[in-house]
């Protein structure tokens, strides 16, 4: 079994402008090997194998002559760029190797690759960064291949000085191997001394077999993809264009991937190829063209492999349509779809639209029937219809418009035309969910019935209007002295006829405000009669007439029986009157309370002298109380 030995040792600090001259420039086969170093949920990963490195392995930022594995940069040595991660495509967990040079010279990654062809082409790469923050000694990598010990590039490949935030740079060197193929190792030397700097990164080394160029194409579309529907069948022309003379006695395999892993096509060795797809199957097919020399084709470590040409077998979306009906006249329309990435909607009434969701308002009869959409996703199309059902508007009635009744009547009311109301305001209502309540509001109402038929409704208003009772107020009752006149404080609703009665001492028992001279006690009653047919009223105000006081001033008790007593006529029609005399000196002489007794001039049964007395006459509540100075006369 012949080896390749792979070793890579670093050095720092020369910028080598021819260092890409050297790749593949024709088609590379599948990695023998592909180092990325790995990936996990930690910050470092774990050290490499022995033999790989002669650097010490650290979980930390390295010094001088040690390296580790990580993720990033960030938290590490502060001299060095905080944000650089991983080299590896799409791998955000993974790792990579970093590297504080020594001093001298040393090997820091080596490896073994077994089962090569001799008088092959091969490419080794590797993709290296400048860490460095700020500037300093440089990176600067050499590269040495050897068959059992003896140099194969008599020109030995150098990345030169890679400079600092220059990002990472791919690095890539070709070499045939040898006939007398034995162990080949390929080293990485540093050129560059350690200490102030070349500290650097590396990930996704990878060591390829590399030939001839392929550029393989779609025949049909000219182009390295294509598209199918599932259940559809189609025709593919499949060919390459490679580059001649490269290979001696050249050998091709066709190979498809139909998702796990390429595999040969039995019998497929031309440059072209035919592929029928009949009721395709969903799915990702890929075939791609491997190349060697001669028998080399079945060594999967000596051939190249041709970029991939995919034939995507697209599923069918699962369309899907529905509304949100049924729906009632003047509604909105709300069509819905799904399972794609565009619509397209036809529908009764020449109907068309690109909306996924779209909204037909103020629905009609004529927008009934049978909407579909086509639905399209990556190509490929599938249709779904929904069928929209539109309800011919309620015809609902009532009973009256507007009724007019007496208060504390009621009205049945009614309405029709579905199988289900609501009556609203409910006062005054029998039962606000009845097709017929009964009315009997206190004020003028408008009621609004909602006639309601599955989803569909429509209102309908009826006002009820309330003729209030005739109402009489004749006033509060009231007070006058003999003589004096009187206004009554009658009252009514409107819409009345009113009347006093009697009609005796009033100047107009036609007017609301009569005035009344009355020259004794008598109760007016004011006659309300409703002009709308509804309830009388009547109401009474009482008055009361007392008689004109009249107080003398002398008298001559001296038993003439003319004027021999001091009387006060009106005081007989009073039930409590209250009399008090009193002397110059303010002594009383005389009080009469209860019904009123006339003063004879006598106090204790004994004739007061002539002279002037003084009196305060109290006869009830509604009058102020009288005083004065009379005299008795001898």
Same mark, same amino acid.
């Given at each position: 079994?012949?080896?390749?030995?792979?070793?890579?040792?670093?050095?720092?600090?020369?910028?080598?402008?021819?260092?890409?001259?050297?790749?593949?420039?024709g088609t590379?086969?599948?990695?023998?090997?592909?180092?990325?170093?790995?990936?996990?949920?930690?910050?470092f990963?774990?050290?490499?194998?022995?033999?790989?490195?002669?650097?010490?392995?650290?979980?930390?930022?390295?010094?001088?002559?040690?390296?580790?594995?990580?993720?990033?940069?960030?938290?590490?040595?502060q001299?060095?760029?905080?944000?650089?991660?991983?080299?590896?495509p799409?791998?955000?967990?993974?790792?990579?190797?970093?590297?504080?040079?020594?001093?001298?010279?040393?090997?820091?990654?080596?490896?073994?690759?077994?089962?090569l062809?001799?008088?092959?082409?091969?490419?080794?790469s590797?993709?290296?960064?400048?860490?460095?923050?700020?500037?300093?000694?440089?990176?600067?990598?050499?590269?040495?291949?050897?068959?059992?010990?003896?140099?194969?590039?008599?020109?030995?490949?150098?990345?030169?000085?890679?400079?600092?935030?220059?990002?990472?740079?791919?690095?890539?060197?070709?070499?045939?191997?040898?006939?007398?193929?034995?162990?080949?190792?390929?080293?990485?030397?540093?050129?560059?001394?350690?200490g102030?700097?070349?500290?650097?990164?590396?990930?996704?080394?990878?060591?390829?077999?590399?030939?001839?160029?392929?550029?393989?194409?779609?025949?049909?579309n000219?182009?390295?993809?294509?598209?199918?529907?599932?259940?559809?069948s189609?025709?593919?022309?499949?060919?390459?264009?490679?580059?001649?003379?490269?290979?001696?006695?050249?050998?091709?395999?066709?190979q498809?991937?139909?998702?796990?892993?390429?595999?040969?096509?039995?019998?497929?060795?031309?440059?072209?190829?035919?592929?029928?797809?009949?009721?395709?199957?969903?799915?990702?097919?890929?075939?791609?063209?491997?190349?060697?020399?001669?028998?080399?084709?079945?060594?999967?470590?000596?051939?190249?492999?041709?970029?991939?040409?995919?034939?995507?077998?697209?599923?069918?979306?699962?369309?899907?349509?529905?509304?949100?009906?049924?729906f009632?006249?003047?509604?909105?329309?709300?069509?819905?779809?799904?399972?794609?990435?565009s619509?397209?909607?036809?529908?009764?009434?020449?109907?068309?639209?690109?909306?996924?969701?779209?909204?037909?308002t103020?629905?009609?009869?004529?927008?009934?029937?049978?909407?579909?959409?086509?639905?399209?996703?990556?190509?490929c199309?599938?249709?779904?219809?929904?069928?929209?059902?539109?309800?011919?508007?309620?015809?609902?009635?009532?009973?009256v418009?507007?009724?007019?009744?007496?208060?504390?009547?009621?009205?049945?009311?009614?309405? +029709?035309?579905?199988?289900? $109301? &609501? *009556?609203? =305001? #409910?006062?005054?209502?029998?039962?606000?969910?009845?097709? !017929? @309540? /009964? %009315?009997?509001?206190?004020?003028?109402?408008?009621?609004?019935?909602k006639?309601?038929?599955?989803?569909?409704?429509?209102?309908?208003?009826?006002?009820v209007?309330?003729?209030?009772?005739?109402?009489?107020?004749?006033?509060?009752?009231?007070?006058?002295?003999?003589?004096?006149?009187?206004?009554?404080?009658?009252k009514? +609703?409107?819409?009345?006829? $009113? &009347? *006093?009665? =009697? #009609?005796?001492?009033?100047?107009?028992?036609?007017?609301? !405000? @009569? /005035? %009344?001279?009355?020259?004794?006690?008598?109760?007016?009653?004011?006659?309300?009669s409703?002009?709308?047919?509804?309830?009388?009223?009547?109401d009474?105000?009482?008055?009361?007439?007392?008689?004109?006081?009249?107080?003398?001033?002398?008298?001559?008790?001296?038993?003439?029986?003319?004027?021999?007593?001091?009387?006060?006529?009106?005081?007989?029609?009073?039930?409590?009157?209250?009399?008090?005399?009193?002397?110059?000196?303010?002594?009383?002489?005389?009080?009469?309370?209860?019904?009123?007794?006339?003063?004879?001039?006598?106090?204790?049964?004994?004739?007061?002298?002539?002279?002037?007395?003084?009196y305060?006459?109290?006869?009830?509540?509604d009058?102020?109380?009288?005083?004065?100075?009379?005299?008795?006369?001898?």
């Open positions: 079994m012949r080896y390749l030995v792979f070793s890579l040792i670093i050095s720092v600090n020369l910028f080598y402008n021819g260092r890409l001259a050297a790749q593949c420039s590379l086969g599948d990695p023998i090997k592909n180092e990325k170093f790995g990936s996990g949920t930690g910050i990963g774990p050290s490499l194998a022995n033999g790989i490195t002669n650097y010490s392995y650290v979980t930390a930022s390295p010094n001088d002559g040690q390296y580790t594995i990580a993720k990033t940069t960030s938290g590490l040595n001299g060095w760029i905080q944000n650089i991660v991983n080299h590896t799409n791998d955000p967990n993974g790792y990579m190797m970093i590297v504080n040079a020594s001093n001298s010279p040393g090997i820091f990654y080596q490896t073994i690759v077994q089962d062809c001799p008088n092959t082409t091969y490419e080794f590797a993709w290296i960064i400048n860490i460095l923050r700020n500037p300093g000694i440089k990176p600067n990598v050499k590269f040495t291949i050897e068959n059992d010990g003896v140099e194969l590039l008599q020109i030995p490949f150098e990345t030169g000085d890679i400079a600092e935030n220059s990002g990472w740079i791919r690095y890539a060197t070709t070499f045939v191997t040898p006939s007398n193929l034995g162990t080949i190792t390929l080293k990485m030397t540093n050129k560059n001394p350690g102030n700097g070349n500290d650097l990164a590396l990930d996704d080394i990878a060591f390829s077999a590399c030939g001839p160029s392929i550029i393989p194409t779609i025949a049909n000219l182009s390295t993809k294509a598209n199918l529907c599932a259940g559809e189609q025709v593919f022309n499949l060919k390459t264009e490679i580059t001649a003379g490269v290979y001696q006695n050249p050998k091709y395999q066709w498809v991937n139909s998702g796990n892993g390429f595999v040969d096509l039995p019998g497929e060795k031309a440059t072209a190829l035919t592929i029928n797809f009949v009721n395709a199957s969903p799915g990702n097919y890929q075939y791609r063209l491997l190349a060697a020399e001669g028998a080399n084709i079945n060594s999967p470590n000596c051939r190249i492999a041709s970029g991939p040409l995919t034939i995507e077998v697209n599923s069918l979306p699962i369309a899907r349509a529905e509304n949100s009906g049924p009632c006249t003047g509604n909105t329309i709300q069509l819905t779809a799904s399972g794609g990435t619509y397209s909607w036809t529908g009764p009434n020449g109907f068309t639209s690109t909306a996924q969701n779209p909204t037909l103020n629905a009609t009869k004529t927008m009934e029937g049978e909407y579909t959409v086509t639905v399209m996703a990556s190509g199309s599938s249709n779904a219809s929904t069928n929209v059902q539109v309800s011919d508007p309620l015809q609902i009635s009532t009973n418009q507007t009724v007019s009744i007496c208060e504390g009547k009621s009205v049945q009311l009614t309405a +029709s035309g579905g199988t289900e $109301y &609501l *009556w609203q =305001p #409910a006062n005054g209502l029998s039962d606000p969910n009845s097709a !017929n @309540p /009964v %009315a009997a509001p206190t004020e003028t109402t408008t009621y609004t019935v006639v309601s038929q599955g989803l569909c409704s429509e209102t309908a208003q009826v006002t209007n309330v003729n209030k009772n005739a109402m009489a107020d004749a006033g509060a009752d009231q007070k006058i002295v003999n003589g004096q006149k009187i206004t009554l404080n009658g009514v +609703s409107s819409d009345v006829t $009113y &009347l *006093w009665t =009697p #009609a005796d001492y009033l100047d107009d028992p036609a007017k609301l !405000n @009569p /005035v %009344a001279t009355p020259p004794h006690d008598i109760t007016y009653t004011l006659h309300a409703s002009n709308l047919g509804c309830s009388s009223s009547s009474e105000v009482n008055i009361t007439v007392y008689p004109k006081v009249v107080i003398p001033n002398t008298f001559s008790p001296n038993g003439d029986n003319v004027n021999d007593t001091w009387n006060i006529p009106a005081a007989a029609s009073f039930p409590n009157p209250v009399v008090k005399i009193i002397n110059r000196y303010g002594s009383l002489v005389y009080q009469s309370t209860g019904p009123f007794k006339p003063w004879d001039g006598k106090m204790n049964g004994k004739d007061l002298p002539p002279g002037v007395y003084y305060s006459v109290y006869l009830n509540e009058f102020q109380t009288y005083t004065g100075w009379l005299m008795l006369v001898r």
